[in-house]
C-alpha cells in the first residue's frame, strides 16, 4: 500500500518547519559541504512502519535514502533499517523528525500485530481494530500503521460510518426514527452502528436497523454470551465489541460470534519501537 507523496509533503513540511522555524544554531559548527554517511539500526524487536515517511522526510531535504526493508517486515535489535547520505547538517535536520514518525508508526505496527498473531492462535474469524482515539495530524498515519500490522483501521472520521454511541443516544427520543431518517438521507452507502451497554439495547438497536452493534465494556463473558446470541436473532448482523481490551486480556474475547474487537490502545498506548541512526 503506498502513501502518496503529494498527501504527505505538505504535513512533513509543516512539521520541519515546526522543528527548525529559521536556523540550526548547532549547524554553525558543521560544515555544509561535508558529505556523510548515516544507518538507523533498530535496538529493539518489531515490527517496521512509516519506511515511505522517514523515506520522504530525507528527500525533501535532498538526502540520498536506501533501504532493503518494506513496511510490515519484522526485525530484531541490529537490524539496518535504512541509510543515508548527502550533507551532514541536512541529515541532522531531517534524523528527528524521521526517527520520532518512524519509531511511532513501528510501535503501533508492533502492537497491531501482536494482537492480530494473539487471536490467530485461538482459530478464530475475529479481526483486531483501531478506534478514533488518535492524535490530531497522525490519524491517517496511525491508521496506516495499524494496517501494516495486520489490523482494520475502523473509520478514518465522524463522515464515513454513522456511529450512535452513549451520548447520541441520550439525545434522542426515538431510535427508530433516528435509523430510518438517517438510512433515508445517507442511503446504504454508509453503514449504521449503534453502541450498546446491554443486551436489551443491543436487540432495541439490531430491530431498528443497525447494521453493526457495538458492545461496549461487557466484559468478556457477557460479550461473548450477547454475541452468541444476537448472531442468532440477527444472523447478518455485524458484532464489535469494545471497551478496556488490551494486549492482556484480548484472548479472553476471541469468539467465532464476534467481527471486530476494538482497541484504542492500539493507537494512544503503543510503545515506540527503538530506533536510532548513526553517522558511520
Not at 518547519?17 to 539500526?41: F, K, N
Not at 547538517?89 to 508508526?105: F, V, Y
Not at 439495547?201 to 457495538?214: C, L, V, W
Request: charged fraction near 20%.
Amino acid at each position: 500500500m503506498d502513501l502518496l507523496p503529494e498527501w504527505l509533503d505538505q504535513s512533513l513540511l509543516s512539521w520541519l518547519r515546526e522543528d527548525i522555524p529559521y536556523l540550526d544554531p548547532a549547524g554553525i559548527v558543521i560544515d555544509s559541504s561535508h558529505h556523510m554517511t548515516a544507518v538507523a539500526r533498530a535496538k529493539a524487536s518489531g515490527i517496521i512502519a512509516g519506511l515511505p515517511v522517514a523515506e520522504r522526510v530525507y528527500k525533501l531535504l535532498g538526502i540520498h535514502f536506501s533501504t532493503d526493508l518494506e513496511d510490515g517486515d519484522p526485525v530484531t535489535k541490529g537490524t539496518e533499517i535504512y541509510c543515508v547520505q548527502g550533507k551532514a547538517s541536512k541529515i541532522l535536520r531531517a534524523e528527528r523528525l524521521s526517527l520520532n514518525l518512524l519509531t511511532h508508526l513501528s510501535g503501533i505496527a508492533t502492537i497491531t500485530r501482536r494482537a492480530t498473531e494473539i487471536l490467530e492462535k485461538q482459530g478464530v474469524r475475529t479481526r483486531v481494530a483501531a478506534t478514533r482515539k488518535t492524535l490530531p495530524g497522525l490519524r491517517n498515519l496511525q491508521k496506516y500503521a495499524v494496517i501494516i500490522g495486520g489490523g482494520y483501521p475502523h473509520r478514518f472520521g465522524l463522515s464515513e460510518v454513522v456511529m450512535l454511541k452513549d451520548n447520541h443516544l441520550r439525545l434522542l427520543k426515538n431510535l427508530q426514527q433516528a435509523i430510518n431518517q438517517i438510512k433515508s438521507r445517507m442511503g446504504p452507502f454508509v453503514p449504521v452502528e449503534v453502541e450498546a451497554s446491554n443486551l436489551e439495547d443491543a436487540r432495541i438497536a439490531a430491530n431498528a436497523g443497525a447494521d453493526i452493534i457495538m458492545l461496549d465494556n461487557f466484559g468478556s463473558a457477557l460479550a461473548k454470551n450477547a454475541a452468541m446470541v444476537l448472531k442468532e436473532e440477527f444472523p447478518s448482523l455485524t458484532i464489535e465489541v469494545s471497551g478496556n481490551i488490551t494486549l492482556e486480556n484480548l484472548q479472553e474475547y476471541a469468539h467465532n460470534s464476534i467481527d471486530y474487537i476494538s482497541m484504542g490502545s492500539l493507537t494512544h498506548s503503543a510503545k515506540s519501537l527503538d530506533i536510532s541512526c548513526k553517522f558511520e
